[in-house]
C-alpha cells in the first residue's frame, strides 16, 4: 500500500519538489503507528522469551534488563541480528547502557560499535539514574515546566485575563509537565520543597505579585484555584497504587511489587522506597490495600480539592 509514494516538504518559503520513499512508513497515516508495532513483534517474536520487567517495548523503543553484562549483550546481538534480517537496523547512536552497583565500568560492544556507559539517561520522558535517586529527573521536569511556561507567558501574565482562568492554564497545560512521571517518585522533603517553591514562582508571576507585596502562598492559591503542588502528587501516587492493586497479579506493575532484589540494604540509614512514601500517604488518608477494591471509595480518599478564593492574607506576610 505504501509503493511508489511520494512526499513534499511544506516550508515557510514554499513546498519542496516531490521526492519519493524508500524506506520506512508514510508519515501521517493513522495506520502507520499500529503497522510498525504489528511489523516489530513479527520480526522480534524469536527474541522476546523474557517477560516484563527484563523486556519493556513502547514503539520503537526498546528497554532490555538483566543481572549478568555477558547475557545482556548476547541478547542486543540476538535482537540487532532479528531487526536485520527485516530490514530495519538498531540505532546504536541512540542506544545506552547503564549499570546499577556495578564494578564493571567497561562499556557495551554491539559488533563495531561501542555503547558508553552512562550514569543517567532519559527513557520516555523520565530521566533514570544509576544511583536511583529521582534528583536529576526532578530537576528535568522543572525546566521543562519552566519552557512550557514561558510558551503561554502571554495569556497567564496578561493582565487583563481573569484569575481563574490563569488557573485553568496551568492546571492544564502546566502542571502536567511538571508533574510527568511523578506517580513513581520515591518523594523525600526535599524535592517537594524544590517543586514547591518553582510552582508558587510561576504563580505569583502569574499573579503579578512578589514576596515584597506580603501576599500569602494561600491567598494567591485560592485566588488561582490551584492546590498546593504537594497534595496533588500525593493524590496521583495513591490513584496510580490503587490501579495496580486493582490490576491481575500477570499485570508488570504487580510483578515489579513483589520482585525481591538480592543481597542486603546498606548500612546506615536506607533510602526511602516507593513503596514507604505510598504507606505514609495511605496513613495519612485513612486508606487500607483493601480499599482499592472499591475504586470510587479509594478516588473519594485521594482527591484533593482545589481551594476556594479568600480574601484573608491579601496584605499579610507571605507564608
Excluded at 518559503?13 to 521526492?19: A, I, K, S
Excluded at 503507528?33 to 520487567?53: N, R
Excluded at 490495600?289 to 471509595?297: F, I, L, N, P
Aim: with cysteine.
Amino acid at each position: 500500500m505504501y509503493r511508489n509514494s511520494d512526499s513534499i516538504v511544506r516550508t515557510a518559503v514554499g513546498d519542496t519538489t516531490p521526492f519519493p520513499i524508500t524506506i520506512g512508513v508514510h508519515q501521517g497515516s493513522v495506520l502507520s503507528p499500529y503497522l510498525f508495532s504489528v511489523i516489530l513483534d513479527e520480526l522480534s517474536a524469536s527474541v522476546q522469551k523474557l517477560p516484563q520487567p527484563w523486556l519493556l517495548m513502547y514503539a520503537d523503543d526498546i528497554a532490555l534488563v538483566d543481572r549478568d553484562k555477558g547475557r545482556l549483550t548476547r541478547r542486543v546481538h540476538a535482537w540487532r541480528e532479528a531487526l536485520e534480517n527485516g530490514g530495519l537496523k538498531l540505532n546504536v547512536a541512540k542506544t545506552e547502557y547503564m549499570a546499577c552497583n556495578s564494578t564493571d565500568l567497561t562499556s557495551l560492544r554491539i559488533g563495531d560499535d561501542t555503547v558508553e556507559r552512562m550514569d543517567n539517561f532519559r527513557y520516555l520522558g523520565s530521566v533514570l539514574d544509576a544511583s536511583g535517586d529521582i534528583d536529576l529527573d526532578i530537576k528535568a521536569r522543572i525546566s521543562a515546566a519552566w519552557a512550557k511556561w514561558r510558551e503561554v507567558t502571554g495569556v497567564i501574565c496578561d493582565p487583563k485575563m481573569p484569575v481563574k482562568l490563569k488557573g485553568q492554564v496551568y492546571k492544564t497545560i502546566i502542571r502536567p509537565v511538571l508533574t510527568y512521571g511523578s506517580e513513581a517518585w520515591p518523594l523525600l522533603e526535599r524535592h517537594r520543597q524544590l517543586l514547591h517553591v518553582t510552582e508558587m514562582n510561576m504563580l505569583r508571576w502569574m499573579c503579578g505579585v512578589t514576596r515584597k507585596d506580603r501576599v500569602r502562598n494561600t491567598y494567591i492559591r485560592g485566588s488561582l484555584h490551584v492546590r498546593d503542588i504537594a497534595d496533588k502528587l500525593q493524590e496521583s501516587c495513591l490513584r496510580w497504587y490503587g490501579h495496580v492493586l486493582r490490576r491481575p497479579a500477570s499485570y508488570v506493575g504487580n510483578k515489579c511489587l513483589d520482585m525481591t532484589l538480592p543481597g542486603a540494604r546498606s548500612r546506615g540509614r536506607p533510602k526511602k522506597r516507593w513503596l514507604d512514601v505510598v504507606q505514609d500517604d495511605m496513613r495519612a488518608n485513612g486508606l487500607d490495600v483493601r480499599d482499592a477494591e472499591d475504586r470510587a471509595k479509594w478516588r473519594r480518599k485521594c482527591r484533593k480539592a482545589d481551594p476556594g478564593f479568600s480574601r484573608a492574607g491579601r496584605d499579610e506576610q507571605p507564608g
